[in-house]
């Protein structure tokens, strides 16, 4: 006599899941504001709601959170790149070790987004309403460069979906 099993399982990644990994971005945003005075409350609200919609869309390909200076990041910026996990599981990494003492003098903050291959299949009307539904209207601009390297330092993972966290190393 032989048994055979089969066990499917099926996974969707809801708006808890994008809410979840979108605080965990924000817990982050809050420590640089402890350290560098910027960015603001409703600017980390902002963020955070904006993150949860693009993650639950699929339209996130990469989004930085940092001080420009001369055009380039400069250390403390923080780049998230999203990513499907190919197994059921990934590492979840607790948020925090923003690096504090960095030199900000002289520089703005500011954030800088990239979308999806998901994103550049929508017709024209598709994105502007989903556009229309985002907290604030970011602009076309070209990506600022960078000041040293990014290097991956944690991964937030929840529902089948993973964000890398890359802070920015100075040279």
């Known amino acids: 006599m032989t048994h055979s099993y089969t066990l499917t399982e099926t996974r969707s990644f809801t708006v808890t899941h994008a809410r979840y990994l979108a605080s965990k971005v924000a817990t982050d945003l809050k420590r640089m504001q402890r350290f560098y005075s910027r960015p603001s409350d409703s600017l980390i609200a902002d963020f955070e709601q904006e993150l949860v919609q ?3 869309a699929g339209y996130l390909n990469s989004v930085t959170y940092g001080f420009q200076r001369n055009s380039s990041w400069i250390r ?7 990513r499907d996990l190919a197994s ?3 590492d979840d990494d607790d948020p925090g070790r923003v690096p504090i003492g960095c030199d900000i003098r002289g520089a703005s903050f500011g954030s800088f987004l ?3 291959n998901t994103w550049y299949y929508l017709t024209e009307d598709e994105k502007l309403r989903f556009e229309a539904g985002l907290p604030f209207q970011r602009t076309a601009g070209e990506e600022p460069g960078v000041s040293g390297w990014f290097f991956r330092d944690k991964t937030y993972s929840s529902g089948g979906r993973a964000i890398d966290r890359h802070a920015l190393r100075s040279w």
Do not use: D, E, I, N
């Open 114 to 116: 990239t979308y999806s």
């Open 54 to 56: 693009f993650l639950k």
């Open 88 to 90: 059921s599981f990934g």
């Open 76 to 82: 403390p910026t923080l780049q998230y790149t999203a």
